[in-house]
């Protein structure tokens, strides 16, 4: 009989003990470049976790904690392998050699690649075994793009995936259930595809057959190389050999299929030209001078390829009679080729400037400026228009620009006629469903006119998607004549679907060419809705990047993943709900990744894809049509006081405080639900992002309200860079994975003098253990943070014992623990790594100092790490940039100037990155620039560190008298601390520099006075 071993899970989990914290972040930010195969590439869901750190997240919480280090050492090394370094030599452009370390992990199953080695079964089975041979029961109540199920029955787990929002309940479908259903069946391929000799080509060569072994085969289905193939577009052949393929072959021979038929349907929209097939058309749009009345097009750049060795441009001229521009291109652009940086930066501008800037755009006619503003009202009254600038064709070497023919420019806008006529054969029409108001997150194309999602689309893009949508469904009728099941119909169909949403990605009006590597760019590099002034239309008929044969290789990579899963899945439970309501029972683990304030805007921004999905998938299962029933994704119902779960005011009629208040209260019954459902033994791991520290606590306040106790924190790196929406407005580059279990009922309140103590005798094992794990930085104070935690929130509440009636609030507690942790790091600072656990007296300022200077030195870094320093010290980041003056800002602006940036930048917009944004950056202010630090302020003690740079400028100053009196003044000689300081900050500085010569000086004045002094006293006695 099936018992659960409550010996096994009764104790301590690994997660609460240990977490191989740093390979974990490795192989996560790892998995954030794997661009073939990952389930991420089936279709677009913001904020995905990586699946390495969803998989360590998970093994580490269903397995108990084997009580001893050398078993644990075992564990975390079959889990995660080792971290090894590598020395490349990199030549750089001026000829030298560089040697670049990187580091990366050997061995584990966490790698992309390696999540199916030989002790993933060692894992299975040892999870199995901890719940006494059974399959634990995993539930994620905000399952997204569903890393986290997927990784839950990978380990053979019973698998519950909740979302709220349609798109994701689709794709969750797509990644957990047919691949559990289908991914061991083999079935004929159809007839039409062992037919084609185009199409057994790829397929045997996928299968690793070339030359004449490839002949072999394909001459046994009858496709010898000489026979001219037509594919055949009608009919069933019953006299061809089969071909039994799984599904993600089935995925592309009906994806093929479609192709065909959307060619002969597309074809003459997409006239080539000379033989060369075209990659993209760019365009830009366009108004109307306000003062000479010319046709102006908007430009950010009018570089089209700007490559070390290959530099084309657009031109540009005012036409005869000033109404409009003549455009050209110039291939061999001139380049400047002495000069430094910045002066080619300048050139290149003058150049290939784009006719917009900061201050609007300039007419080439008459050079009038249209303001933002103008060109606003412009678009809002529709007067605005679109023209083609350039064509991009494969040429014979790599890619060619030219400007349109005649009979394209004439295509370009012909696709208009046929629009209706392709709408009438899909269900809803046209996607006129309404865009979101301009009030809502992340959105600036409202702001512009739009309304309606498809004004996102020019004509000829909503002709394409339109046919191929249409030719999606009929792919359904087709394969049943072909005798699918509907199970297999239903997953084909729904593959296909995710290629049109891959391709909606790229087909719109929000993607750019980016110069760089001359590609067009897709529209949700970042979760927003920015305005794009010029943009690039893909051939979708095409093979570049944007047409359907890209999509579709995309998403079946992906498929392909999907049925390499191992055997013996269990089947999941994919149910579309909101977290507030799912009311499930006897669930052993939680682990997910809720939605995060203000940081996305989930349903609004899938609705992008919601409409199409909805015209796609209509009558493919009454389920589905249920999914998709309302003309857009829910949103918050304010009747049923339930929905999506985000902090977006534009819900709550523009008030900010509702909206968040509306947020923290939903997540609150969130974790109450999560605690119902819950097992006694079970655990909760709860995904934070951690910018803002009181944003966190309010959310920590409510897991220990709703009946938790928080016991372990992990940081783990999952994002690379700058590349979601906003980094300026919440971090998501690192999260904190959060580990809680349920607290027994017969808890009591404790008192905060008691909890304090434990709190302290606690930690400080888990911080020398983390500081020697090399875990070092914000990474440190989060690390600490659950542990600590658990003192406090094994008690419903924390009284005062000094202050009857009043409790001890979390941000109060973690106010005591980012104090002793920022103590103790700054210990290890002040004495070199000589073992002090933690030191007192420091003030605030020189410990925040110490702190930042240790972790990030003189250079720039990311706010948010330092504002959690500085909430450490009893600070905070503005105190630090104003009053104080130790801080200076290097980087990042506010939301609405970046997207304004995006919106007519200073011809810089030929990239990418360009479109990312910067986030908040600063940087410590070097001592020299602090010429007014140390000086008495009224009702202000001089921090230490103020001494210490008051002291370098009368010591440059050649000023020993007035060095000694500052010091006698401050009673410094006989400070121990200011020792420690001194020779802290020589070993912080940079050997050779000025700084240090300067502190080395004052020290060794500072020991000789001492001396001197010691030697008078001792005269004195
Ligand atoms: C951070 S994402 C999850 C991402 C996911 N872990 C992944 O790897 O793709 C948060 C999810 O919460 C969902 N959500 C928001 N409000 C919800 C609610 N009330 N109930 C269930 N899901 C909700 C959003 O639709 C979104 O998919």
């Known amino acids: 009989m099936e018992t659960t071993n409550k010996q096994d899970i009764q104790g301590k989990r690994l997660i609460e003990v240990d977490f191989p914290l740093k390979q974990t972040s490795l192989d996560s930010v790892h998995e954030k470049n794997v661009r073939h195969g990952h389930i991420s590439t089936l279709h677009i869901w913001p904020a995905r976790r990586p699946l390495a750190a969803s998989r360590a997240a998970l093994i580490t919480t269903l397995l108990p904690d084997p009580g001893n280090d050398e078993e644990r050492k075992i564990m975390m090394e079959k889990l995660a392998g080792r971290i090894v370094e590598h020395v490349k030599k990199k030549k750089l452009p001026n000829g030298s050699v560089e040697e670049q370390v990187t580091v990366e992990t050997e061995g584990g199953i966490l790698h992309w690649g390696r999540e199916s080695g030989a002790d993933l079964q060692w894992f299975r089975d040892k999870i199995r075994e901890a719940y006494g041979g059974r399959a634990p029961r995993v539930l994620d109540p905000f399952a997204g793009g569903g890393a986290i199920p997927l990784e839950a029955m990978r380990l053979g787990c019973e698998v519950t995936a909740v979302d709220i929002n349609p798109v994701a309940w689709f794709i969750l479908k797509c990644t957990l259930e047919y691949p559990q259903r289908l991914a061991n069946q083999l079935r004929p391929l159809p007839a039409f595809a062992c037919e084609s000799r185009e199409f057994m080509e790829s397929y045997f060569k996928a299968k690793g057959f070339k ?126 080729v002495k000069g430094s940086s910045a002066q080619k930066r300048e050139y290149d501008k003058k150049l290939a400037g784009g006719t917009m800037s900061r201050s609007g755009v300039t007419c080439p006619c008459c050079s009038t400026i249209m303001t933002m503003e103008d060109i606003r009202s412009e678009s809002v009254a529709g007067r605005t228009g679109t023209v083609v600038t350039a064509v991009v064709v494969d040429g014979d070497v790599g890619k060619e620009y030219r400007r349109p023919t005649e009979e394209e420019l004439i295509m370009a806008t012909e696709a208009e006629k046929d629009l209706s006529k392709v709408y009438a054969e899909i269900p809803f029409g046209m996607p006129v469903e309404p865009l979101p108001g301009k009030e809502a997150l992340g959105f600036r194309v409202p702001l512009y006119g739009f309304d309606q999602w498809y004004k996102l689309f020019i004509p000829r893009q909503l002709l394409a998607l339109g046919t191929f949508v249409k030719y999606t469904r009929a792919v359904r009728e087709a394969m049943q004549k072909h005798w699918y099941s509907q199970e297999w119909i239903e997953a084909v169909s729904n593959y296909i679907s995710c290629v049109i949403g891959k391709m909606l990605d790229y087909e719109n009006t929000g993607t750019s060419w980016y110069t760089q590597n001359e ?96 015209r796609t998938l209509k009558g493919l299962s009454p389920e589905i049509d249920a999914a998709f029933q309302e003309p857009l994704s829910p949103k918050w119902d304010h009747e049923q006081n339930d929905g999506e779960l985000i902090d977006d005011s534009s819900r709550f009629g523009g008030d900010k405080q509702k909206s968040k208040a509306n947020y923290e209260d939903g997540m609150a019954r969130v974790f109450q639900t999560c605690y119902q459902s819950l097992n006694p033994d079970g655990r909760l791991v709860i995904v934070f992002a951690h910018k803002h520290p009181d944003a966190w606590e309010t959310l920590v306040s409510a897991l220990i309200r709703a009946g938790f106790v928080v016991d372990g924190s992990w940081p783990i790196q999952t994002e690379m860079g700058n590349r979601t929406r906003a980094l300026s407005s919440a971090a998501l580059a690192s999260s904190v994975w959060l580990v809680c279990k349920k607290r027994p009922e017969n808890a009591r309140p404790g008192w905060d003098n008691l909890v304090l103590e434990e709190m302290q005798e ?44 009043k409790t001890m609030s979390v941000t109060e507690f973690l106010g005591h623990v980012r104090r002793m942790v920022a103590d103790f790091v700054v210990g290890r600072v002040l004495t070199q790594n000589g073992g002090t656990d933690t030191v007192s007296g420091l003030d605030d300022v020189t410990t925040y100092y110490l702190l930042h200077r240790y972790n990030f030195g003189m250079e720039s870094a990311p706010i948010g790490p330092c504002i959690l320093y500085a909430v450490s010290c009893n600070l905070s980041d503005s105190l630090l940039l104003g009053k104080y003056d130790l801080l200076v800002r290097t980087g990042g602006q506010s939301k609405d100037e970046e997207e304004e940036i995006e919106e007519g930048s200073e011809g810089g917009g030929e990239g990418v990155e360009e479109a990312e944004g910067t986030s908040s950056t600063v940087k410590l202010k070097a001592w020299s620039q602090r010429k007014y630090a140390g000086l008495e302020l009224a009702g202000m003690s001089t921090p230490l560190i103020d001494k210490v740079h008051r002291l370098m400028h009368l010591w440059r100053a050649g000023d020993q008298v007035k060095v000694d009196e500052y010091l006698d003044m401050h009673g410094l000689g006989y400070n121990t601390l200011f020792g420690q300081l001194l020779q802290a900050l020589i070993e912080l500085a940079a050997a050779g520099s000025e700084e240090r010569a300067l502190l080395e000086s004052i020290s060794n004045h500072v020991a000789d006075r001492s001396g001197i002094q010691t030697n008078r006293l001792s005269w004195v006695d």
């Not at 192709?259 to 058309?281: E, F, H, M, S």
């Not at 390829?305 to 001139?334: H, I, S, W, Y």
């Not at 002034?533 to 979708?540: I, K, L, R, V």
């Not at 104070?781 to 000094?802: C, D, F, M, Q």
Request: with cysteine; charged share 20%; net charge positive.
């Open 211 to 336: 030359g004449a072994a490839l002949e072999v085969q394909l001459s046994a289905l009858g496709l010898k190389k000489e026979q001219v193939n037509q594919p055949q577009l009608t009919g069933i052949q019953t006299n061809v050999v089969s071909v039994e393929a799984d599904l993600a072959w089935h995925v592309r021979a009906w994806g093929w299929w479609m192709l065909q038929r959307a060619k002969a349907d597309l074809n003459r929209y997409y006239p080539t030209v000379d033989g060369k097939p075209t990659v993209a058309y760019l365009w830009a749009r366009t108004v109307t001078c306000k003062n000479c009345r010319a046709t102006v097009p908007l430009l950010k750049t009018r570089w089209l390829c700007k490559k070390e060795n290959k530099r084309v441009v657009l031109t540009m001229e005012p036409n005869a009679d000033r109404t409009g521009v003549v455009f050209g291109v110039q291939n061999d652009a001139p380049s400047l």
């Open 519 to 614: 590609q067009i760019t897709h529209l949700f590099n970042r979760f927003a809705l920015p305005i794009k002034w010029d943009f690039a239309e893909a051939s979708p008929i095409g093979g570049a990047s944007g047409s359907w044969d890209s999509m579709m290789n995309s998403v079946t990579k992906s498929v392909d993943t999907a049925v390499a899963l191992p055997n013996k899945m269990i089947r999941p439970q994919i149910l579309l709900k909101s977290a507030i309501s799912s009311h499930l029972k006897n669930v052993d683990v939680m682990v997910t990744d809720p939605p995060y304030y203000d940081a996305i805007p989930y349903s609004d921004m899938m609705d992008f894809f919601y409409v199409w999905l909805r």
């Open 762 to 805: 606690n930690i400080i094992q888990s911080l020398r253990n983390f500081w020697d794990a090399g875990i070092r930085g914000p990474d440190f104070v989060w690390a600490a943070t659950g542990p600590a935690l658990e003192a406090y929130s094994r008690h419903p509440i924390v009284r005062k014992a000094n202050e009857p009636g």
